[in-house]
């Protein structure tokens, strides 16, 4: 049938002199292949609006779906994304397409091919198909890759209709159904369900739930509900009071917070070491006793543990002063710091940005390359390179020396999210939901290590014995660094993975939700050893000398106690009306804060760590922000804060106690000398995470805390 129709037909062709169009059948068929890529001026001489609607004829009025999908698995491994942000050493595109747009060719041809298509035999289809799309530029093979898909859908879709309705013939109006509605869900019936009148479905679902829901709602919203009917105005009326009950709960316990903020201080000097239990190997014994077991006791019920001698400080709880070094409002900046001398930075603008911030910050070099967004930068002192990943599916690693880039490594079908580097592995995770891990020694990927996620790989972490990665969907997956098998998949988070940490016996995950947990990097433990909440997504941790340090995108960053989870320390870094926190760089004595609106240093100062101090000072702290930056208090005026304790006890036990007797007995005890450690451990209370500590201004001087670090400590002679 189709052959007689094409005998018909007559084969359209141009009437070109000065050469083939490259678009007619009589061109395209007559033309030799050419053994290299087409030139640029050779694609159709027709505007953008006609290219794109003439390949969208040709999809549309391209009825067999073998000939869709071998050009559709053709499209999928060809990578015309990489031609996108091909450098070009000739003119630009809107040169070329201006040049393009005055020698276009009338729609009359294309409604003659249209017609020449639509009655030629599968094997002609898919020849002109094919050597038509090897003259298409990228932006219209991305077209029709997607176009295609909905095609093959409608026809697949189609072909099951017509395999169901052979007993019950469907009507003709479904045959004229759009290629891009039919792929869309259609909405079940009413018939098919039952359903029929809408139901109060408030009314109907227990109290509890009910005003679950309704305490989604603000206050305005729940006095419009009231007014729906008599059962809702109950219950919203209940929800606005609990709602109001909370509120003023809360508010209480921020006003004793505050009130009581000086009575613990958190010692910047605090030091120890500690035993820790870790997962035995198989070669080692597994003997631990069971206090060293504590706080992991529950993941480690079936394991064999042994001990490890680590050491633990209050870093990053001393005073510090600020500088800013990039006084520029950028969204997209990403930055890397290793504490050295350098800084590296990048942004929507293609440029590499090498600064020199030993003193000063002052740019040093400037690096292009790249012709999309820069999503990633990797410093590598060590190496001399500065590592980049970009929106063009490239990474480009430059030399800090030349200035030049030195490799181009190619593989990745979507934008680069992420990039690690451990010796000469480096590894990088996209969009195109893969990992993929290079050898920079050979220059060339290694084909094995090629790991796969349902959705956008989002960080990626290797180190000597283990490649990590995680996803949109909060996926979490361990995998050899030797073959390449997977080890173990975390599925704890509810949101995306977008940070992480890993050492060589934990690993640390941070979602958008505000969870950072902790695991054990060994693959015999499958529990959570800590969680640590925020009220917003993390951008940033750390784990160093058993404290986890966060950044958070409320502009705060925090100092956790690994073994107990308490929170020592809050640092008010920068208001969400000023700008968002992008990134943060954990160094020695430094922290790099990329925000929004600049890129500041927090140089904290040389402390003398003290090991026979008590450990309960680093333990019961709530907050340090506040306590850090007041001066330690003499003998008289913590005997007049005791005194002013004690009152306050006073108070509390008077109306509790009946006898005026014990009543008498038990003030005496309170304003005893020694009832001063009871009282302060009364007071020490573990920290609520949903509960704001109070804040420390950002830009306090240095001078006004040294007092904390001018006390003498014998037993301490490292510095942090």
């Known amino acids: 049938?189709?052959?007689?129709?094409?005998?018909?037909?007559?084969?359209?062709?141009?009437?070109?002199?000065?050469?083939?169009?490259?678009?007619?059948?009589?061109?395209?068929?007559?033309?030799?292949?050419?053994?290299?890529?087409?030139?640029?001026?050779?694609?159709?001489?027709?505007?953008?609006?006609?290219?794109?609607?003439?390949?969208?004829?040709?999809?549309?009025?391209?009825?067999?779906?073998?000939?869709?999908?071998?050009?559709?698995?053709?499209?999928?491994?060809?990578?015309?994304?990489?031609?996108?942000?091909?450098?070009?050493?000739?003119?630009?595109?809107?040169?070329?397409?201006?040049?393009?747009?005055?020698?276009?060719?009338?729609?009359?041809?294309?409604?003659?091919?249209?017609?020449?298509?639509?009655?030629?035999?599968?094997?002609?289809?898919?020849?002109?198909?094919?050597?038509?799309?090897?003259?298409?530029?990228?932006?219209?093979?991305?077209?029709?890759?997607?176009?295609?898909?909905?095609?093959?859908?409608?026809?697949?879709?189609?072909?099951?209709?017509?395999?169901?309705?052979?007993?019950?013939?469907?009507?003709?109006?479904?045959?004229?159904?759009?290629?891009?509605?039919?792929?869309?869900?259609?909405?079940?019936?009413?018939?098919?369900?039952?359903?029929?009148?809408?139901?109060?479905?408030?009314?109907?679902?227990?109290?509890?739930?009910?005003?679950?829901?309704?305490?989604?709602?603000?206050?305005?919203?729940?006095?419009?509900?009231?007014?729906?009917?008599?059962?809702?105005?109950?219950?919203?009326?209940?929800?606005?009071?609990?709602?109001?009950?909370?509120?003023?709960?809360?508010?209480?316990?921020?006003?004793?917070?505050?009130?009581?903020?000086?009575?613990?201080?958190?010692?910047?000097?605090?030091?120890?070491?500690?035993?820790?239990?870790?997962?035995?190997?198989?070669?080692?014994?597994?003997?631990?006793?069971?206090?060293?077991?504590?706080?992991?006791?529950?993941?480690?019920?079936?394991?064999?543990?042994?001990?490890?001698?680590?050491?633990?400080?209050?870093?990053?709880?001393?005073?510090?002063?600020?500088?800013?070094?990039?006084?520029?409002?950028?969204?997209?900046?990403?930055?890397?710091?290793?504490?050295?001398?350098?800084?590296?930075?990048?942004?929507?603008?293609?440029?590499?940005?090498?600064?020199?911030?030993?003193?000063?910050?002052?740019?040093v070099a400037l690096m292009k390359g790249h012709v999309g967004s820069i999503r990633v930068v990797l410093l590598c002192p060590e190496r001399h390179l500065v590592i980049t990943a970009s929106c063009d599916s490239s990474i480009r690693c430059w030399s800090v020396r030349t200035d030049q880039c030195v490799l181009v490594l190619y593989g990745h079908s979507s934008m680069i999210n992420c990039l690690d580097i451990h010796a000469d592995r480096l590894v990088s995770g996209a969009k195109d939901c893969t990992a993929k891990v290079w050898s920079l020694q050979t220059e060339k990927h290694l084909e094995d290590f090629n790991f796969k996620h349902r959705s956008s790989v989002r960080c990626v972490k290797i180190n000597a014995t283990a490649v990590f990665s995680s996803c949109d969907r909060g996926v979490v997956k361990l995998w050899d660094a030797e073959n390449a098998s997977l080890l173990r998949v975390i599925d704890a988070h509810g949101s995306a993975v977008r940070c992480m940490f890993v050492d060589e016996w934990h690993l640390l995950t941070a979602d958008t939700n505000g969870q950072v947990m902790a695991w054990s990097s060994r693959c015999e433990t499958k529990g959570c050893l800590m969680t640590f909440s925020h009220p917003k997504e993390v951008k940033s941790l750390t784990l160093a000398y058993l404290r986890v340090v966060t950044g958070c995108v409320d502009g705060k960053i925090r100092i956790f106690n690994f073994l107990t989870g308490d929170c020592l320390r809050t640092i008010l870094v920068e208001a969400e009306t000023t700008g968002r926190m992008l990134s943060l760089h954990f160094c020695e004595n430094n922290i790099l804060v990329n925000a929004t609106s600049c890129v500041k240093l927090y140089q904290f100062a040389k402390v003398f760590w003290d090991y026979d101090e008590p450990a309960d000072k680093a333990r019961n702290g709530v907050d340090g922000g506040e306590a850090s930056k007041q001066e330690p208090p003499s003998n008289s005026a913590r005997a007049s804060h005791m005194e002013q304790v004690a009152q306050h006890w006073k108070s509390l036990l008077h109306p509790l106690t009946p006898d005026a007797g014990k009543r008498t007995r038990r003030m005496d005890k309170l304003s005893s000398p020694h009832s001063e450690k009871s009282l302060l451990h009364c007071h020490r209370r573990r920290p609520l995470t949903s509960v704001r500590n109070p804040q420390r201004p950002a830009n306090q001087s240095l001078t006004n805390r040294l007092p904390h670090l001018q006390r003498d400590h014998p037993g301490g002679r490292n510095t942090m």
């Open 1 to 363: 049938m189709s052959k007689s129709r094409s005998s018909t037909v007559r084969q359209p062709a141009c009437s070109n002199a000065e050469g083939p169009c490259g678009m007619c059948p009589s061109c395209l068929f007559s033309s030799p292949r050419p053994s290299q890529p087409t030139p640029l001026l050779d694609l159709w001489k027709i505007t953008d609006e006609s290219r794109r609607s003439f390949v969208v004829g040709l999809v549309v009025r391209c009825r067999s779906v073998p000939v869709l999908e071998n050009i559709q698995s053709s499209l999928r491994l060809t990578s015309w994304n990489l031609l996108n942000y091909a450098p070009s050493k000739g003119k630009t595109l809107p040169e070329l397409y201006a040049r393009l747009n005055r020698k276009t060719r009338p729609s009359l041809l294309i409604r003659e091919i249209w017609e020449w298509f639509d009655g030629s035999p599968e094997w002609v289809q898919t020849r002109y198909l094919c050597l038509l799309l090897l003259r298409c530029d990228p932006e219209l093979l991305s077209m029709a890759k997607h176009l295609i898909g909905v095609v093959v859908t409608r026809l697949q879709r189609q072909l099951d209709v017509k395999c169901c309705s052979s007993k019950q013939p469907a009507s003709e109006d479904d045959s004229a159904e759009d290629a891009v509605l039919s792929v869309l869900p259609v909405p079940p019936s009413k018939s098919s369900f039952g359903l029929g009148k809408p139901r109060d479905f408030i009314g109907i679902l227990p109290a509890e739930l009910s005003k679950r829901i309704l305490g989604l709602l603000d206050e305005a919203t729940l006095k419009r509900c009231m007014k729906v009917c008599k059962d809702w105005r109950h219950l919203a009326g209940e929800t606005m009071e609990e709602m109001r009950f909370r509120r003023l709960y809360q508010e209480q316990v921020e006003a004793m917070m505050k009130r009581y903020k000086g009575v613990h201080m958190v010692s910047p000097s605090y030091a120890r070491m500690v035993d820790v239990a870790v997962p035995a190997k198989h070669h080692e014994s597994g003997d631990v006793k069971s206090t060293h077991l504590w706080p992991f006791e529950e993941a480690y019920a079936n394991i064999r543990t042994r001990t490890v001698r680590m050491e633990e400080r209050n870093i990053y709880c001393g005073a510090y002063f600020t500088s800013v070094l990039i006084d520029d409002e950028d969204p997209h900046r990403v930055v890397d710091y290793k504490g050295g001398p350098l800084l590296s930075t990048a942004s929507k603008d293609r440029a590499v940005r090498l600064l020199y911030v030993a003193t000063a910050a002052k740019h």
